[in-house]
């Protein structure tokens, strides 16, 4: 009887993805089941996620709206090469790099890198993501920070996923075991400006503590980044170290330049649910035309905070109350009602300050005085090896507990980076731990009158997000500043550097408050848009095992899923919710 009811089960799913497929005028050929997985976005969980799942053996497809970056990847957008210098000073270049492999151009990469037509939020479309146009800072939460209360995920579950993605570099930390010394990624301090010592000279006269690592607890004092950079001085993201070795194998094909624009279903009469058995997506070479393509376990959504909430949405899954609205009702047949799909969106966000050099001989000459192309060609050393900047301190009020948690992260970058203020020097002051708002959110687009079929399924969401919205955040902003300024305030610093921006007659409460409010700007650290959570949550959108409530084969494995922003920083997070993904994932099928 059990082999009866299977037959019929296959049949009827079988003709459920067919019709579905044929009925479709602008369908372009079926090609059923040709991947174990289909994995959507090559960013930062998804190269992980693809490599982990191929590594067991699976064939893998990863859909990728944007197109080629990295050189190794076959992208175009070359600045150099590398190669060598024999004794005649002879250079002979060995293989190209495009400014998604050197750390120093990733102003170029996240200022002229190509986009998701979002506006204001800045989220890469390429292959390797957001991973690609970062400022490569490695820096995971406080143990606190994955207090979820969500079983299998708090610091203790998520610790070994930190220490299996990184390899750390510095050799004073080759003992310690709160880093990695075996994953992919590889991470180190890059202590190469004269600013940068400064500034912690600054610090230290200020009583603020010189901090060696900035993975231990407590965030506090001032000290150097711990940036993704490898041994020879290029980025070391996921794209770089797990995609491009995903990819070698047979089984495993990216397809870029290809936007997933819905998943496609069957029902399954036995369990009552919708299953996933594939994707719909557009290219750009044929942009008129749906292609499908199927797998025969499940659909993996990597497209991050923006973009999966909005396949989410194309696909029938979200608030019902506003999937049957018209004209979302004309795209949209609604299938799971889950009104969790784009609530709680979270991000950090940040004030700029600017300070200029008192004279021109405090400036660095690190920018001109030596040929740093060649350096960098042959040795992998210099100012192109390093995102141009090195160090940081953690903010709070100089009169907080040494364990209380930071309020703020600053970060200096050197004066002229980015040349369009020259003789100057920018201070980044991002809070570290936002109040979460129920007002920030992601939805469909407000504007759709006119849209065709594949318009609409392509059109970005609508982004709600107030930085400067609670009025705590806004307070501890300017107290960040306040402290930026004491710290300042002593030499060497006090010595060769003026604000400009606010400059020094902004000081009182009132006026650093109103600069701030007016200067506030996000990160690019969107999350929380489909969050892990119980089945009593009635925002949850995943299980615990990133299963997407009420429908199945359909998992969420980016930074959608996390129910809260951790301190500082992202990527590494991500990171390490990856890996824990991809074992979740491969736990069910053993």
Not at 55 to 67: D, F, T, W
Not at 467 to 483: F, H, M, Q, T, Y
Not at 561 to 567: A, S, T, V
Request: hydrophobic share 40%; net charge neutral.
């Amino acid at each position: 009887m059990n082999t009866i009811k299977f037959f019929i089960s296959l049949f009827l799913i079988i003709n459920v993805v067919l019709s579905d497929s044929l009925s479709s005028s602008s369908s372009a050929g079926i090609n059923l089941f040709p991947y174990d997985f289909i994995v959507v976005g090559s960013g930062v969980s998804g190269s992980i996620v693809a490599y982990r799942l191929a590594q067991k053996g699976y064939s893998v497809a990863i859909i990728e709206g944007g197109g080629k970056s990295i050189a190794a990847l076959g992208g175009i957008d070359y600045i150099g090469t590398k190669g060598t210098l024999n004794s005649d000073n002879v250079y002979t270049p060995q293989r190209p790099l495009t400014k998604y492999d050197v750390p120093f151009f990733f102003q170029s990469a996240d200022i002229n890198g190509n986009r998701w037509d979002i506006p204001g939020t800045n989220v890469a479309k390429m292959v390797g993501g957001s991973g690609l146009h970062n400022a490569m800072v490695y820096q995971r939460g406080i143990d606190s920070d994955y207090d979820w209360n969500i079983t299998n995920w708090n610091f203790v579950d998520l610790k070994p996923y930190f220490l299996k993605v990184e390899t750390i570099l510095d050799s004073n930390l080759q003992s310690s075991t709160e880093h990695g010394h075996n994953g992919f990624i590889k991470v180190k301090s890059i202590p190469f400006d004269k600013e940068g010592n400064d500034f912690i000279k600054s610090c230290n006269s200020s009583g603020l503590n010189y901090n060696e690592d900035f993975q231990v607890n407590p965030r506090s004092g001032c000290g150097f980044f711990q940036l993704n950079i490898d041994a020879n001085g290029e980025r070391s993201s996921t794209a770089h170290e797990y995609l491009t070795r995903a990819v070698a194998w047979s089984r495993v094909k990216l397809i870029d330049s290809a936007t997933v624009t819905r998943i496609k279903w069957s029902y399954n009469i036995f369990t009552g649910k919708n299953e996933a058995n594939g994707i719909e997506y557009v290219t750009d070479d044929a942009p008129n035309t749906i292609k499908s393509l199927f797998c025969s376990k499940e659909v993996i959504l990597a497209a991050g905070a923006l973009n999966t909430p909005k396949i989410l949405f194309n696909s029938g899954i979200g608030d019902a109350n506003v999937l049957t609205q018209t004209p979302y009702s004309n795209f949209i047949q609604p299938i799971k009602h889950l009104p969790g799909v784009g609530q709680n969106l979270q991000n950090h966000f940040i004030v700029f300050n600017v300070w200029s050099y008192a004279d021109s001989a405090s400036r660095p000459d690190f920018y001109t005085n030596y040929n740093v192309n060649l350096q960098y060609q042959t040795q992998g050393t210099g100012i192109l090896s390093t995102p141009g900047f090195s160090v940081g301190a953690w903010l709070k009020p100089n009169t907080s507990s040494p364990s209380t948690p930071a309020d703020a992260i600053m970060t200096i970058f050197p004066g002229a980076l980015g040349s369009t203020l020259p003789g100057m020097m920018t201070f980044a002051v991002s809070l570290c731990e936002p109040t979460p708002n129920p007002m920030n959110k992601v939805t469909l687009p407000s504007n759709v009158t006119g849209l065709s079929a594949i318009q609409f399924y392509k059109k970005g969401v609508d982004v709600t997000f107030n930085p400067g919205a609670v009025n705590a955040d806004v307070a501890k902003l300017v107290s960040s500043i306040k402290e930026s300024r004491r710290i300042m305030s002593y030499p060497p610093m006090s010595q060769l550097s003026i604000p400009v921006l606010p400059d020094a007659s902004i000081s009182t409460d009132a006026q650093l408050e109103s600069f701030v409010r007016n200067n506030i700007v996000p990160h690019d650290h969107w999350m929380g848009t489909a969050k892990m959570g119980s089945s009593s949550d009635p925002l949850a959108v995943v299980d615990n095992k990133l299963k997407v409530f009420g429908v199945n084969r359909v998992r969420i494995v980016d930074a959608s899923i996390l129910p809260r922003i951790p301190h500082g920083l992202l990527q590494a997070t991500v990171m390490a919710v990856a890996e824990k993904c991809a074992d979740t994932i491969l736990a069910d099928y053993p």
